[in-house]
Nanobody, 123 residues
């Protein structure tokens, strides 16, 4: 397993942008695919985006497609989620998760989780 730390959340107005970061511990992180999930109050945790080991294969939930971009920087042991044109319904705690070698849209298949970072979109 790897240890993950998210950062970059905050309060933003509708239409604004935020960039979330997920930093993984150690050289092992390059062997892990990463997913972003979010959980709004009273709702189930849901898939947002995922990226494979190479950083070339990326996938998004329909709700964020065209607005969010996932990327990774192996030298920094980090995965980023650039969120543009944020909407009120994007308000949630965002979590990054790591899974050995392969991505998944199923949160239960991930081995390691960060502590989460709060995103609030409000006027």
């Amino acid at each position: 397993q790897v240890q993950l730390v998210e950062s970059g959340g905050g309060l933003v107005q509708p239409g604004g942008s935020l960039r979330l970061s997920c930093t993984g511990s150690g050289r092992l992180f390059v062997n892990y695919a990463v997913g972003w999930f979010r959980q709004a109050p009273g709702k189930e945790r849901e898939f947002v985006s995922r990226i494979d080991l190479s950083g070339r294969a990326r996938d998004y939930a329909d709700a964020v497609k065209g607005r969010f971009t996932i990327s990774r920087d192996a030298r920094k042991n980090a995965v980023f989620l650039q969120m543009n044109n944020l909407k009120v319904e994007d308000t949630a705690v965002y979590y990054c998760a790591a899974r050995y070698r392969y991505t998944s849209v199923d949160a239960h298949e991930y081995d390691s989780w960060g502590q989460g970072t709060q995103v609030i979109v409000s006027a």
